[in-house]
């Protein structure tokens, strides 16, 4: 299913039920009995939080943290890829698809790849940032595979870059584009350099390849060696890549501050609903932490 389909089924669900719940509790209060919807209330409300508690993402971030110490002495490999810039807002998936597809020795711009899945003004999701590297890959016969992985660990990060594996992670990004607040958010896609380790915790790094970041720079991340590098503290990266409540509160896909008053009301009211599908998402397992996708080798038959 394309990506405007998934957004446009997901948030008109999650719509539908909200606008339902808020209907009928009002009306089998009032002309049913009160108990009934006190008693609706309570069961949506204790099961909405066993799910929370069960499946919301910090819940399953002590799992990426554990790690072995003997990885965290050694030193990882740092990998490098050409740098392509995002050609539109949304378009930080078809970035990385590109960057992915040129280190293999395919040539393809964001125009084409759009062509084949995703959405200019949403993005692309990543069963078909998945899919379209499979197929391309399909296509020219080169026996290479992506593998989504769904609560990743920081060791399966390491191992994938140490066998020069390219990675791609899902984060709670800051989202610096006109119209947005200065606290916006959006799930984005980079390309994972390195890790890098030390003796003290506060100096540990992940240094990523970001399709949002150019040559003018990021003021909410240090720049890497090379152009397009982000430097994120590692516990920062944890929080964002497990999509740590603090970032997911603030999710914004349509602009809030623009001169049209009544636009901006309606916006923020499609962003809750944005926000609260991903929190469903998430209690609900559709959604998942912690993805990472690698490109690897076919395993031989």
């Known amino acids: 299913m394309k990506t405007k389909n998934l957004y446009i089924l997901g948030i008109g669900i999650i719509s539908l039920l909200f606008l339902i719940f808020l209907g009928v509790i009002p009306f089998v209060f009032f002309f049913y009995s009160p108990f009934v919807a006190l008693s609706i209330v309570s069961i949506c409300s204790i099961a909405g939080l066993i799910l929370y508690m069960i499946h919301i993402p910090e819940y399953h971030m002590g799992k990426f943290h554990t790690y072995p110490k003997i990885i965290k002495i050694q030193k990882s490999r740092k990998q490098r890829f050409t740098y392509h810039q995002s050609q539109y807002s949304f378009s930080c998936g078809h970035a990385v698809i590109q960057m992915t597809l040129e280190r293999h020795g395919i040539i393809m711009n964001q125009d084409d790849i759009l062509k084949i899945s995703g959405d200019k003004t949403l993005g692309v999701t990543s069963w078909e940032l998945e899919s379209t590297l499979n197929e391309i890959f399909a296509q020219k016969g080169l026996p290479l595979q992506a593998r989504s992985n769904y609560f990743t660990t920081y060791s399966q990060l390491f191992h994938a870059i140490q066998q020069e594996k390219a990675v791609i992670v899902m984060f709670i990004n800051h989202f610096s584009e006109e119209g947005f607040s200065s606290q916006a958010n959006y799930p984005h896609f980079a390309l994972l350099n390195t890790i890098t380790m030390s003796s003290e915790e506060s100096k540990n790094r992940a240094i990523l390849t970001s399709p949002s970041f150019g040559s003018y720079g990021n ?56 926000i609260f599908a991903f929190y469903v998402g998430y209690c609900t397992t559709i959604l998942k932490p912690g993805l990472a996708i690698f490109v690897e080798p076919v395993p031989s038959k």
């Open 219 to 274: 003021k909410n991340f240090s720049s890497g060696e090379h152009e397009g590098e982000i430097v994120i503290p590692f516990q920062q990266f944890q929080e964002r890549f497990y999509a740590g409540s603090k970032f997911l509160n603030h999710l914004e896909y349509k602009p809030t501050h623009t001169k049209n008053r009544w636009r901006n009301g309606w916006n923020r009211f499609l962003n809750f609903l944005f």
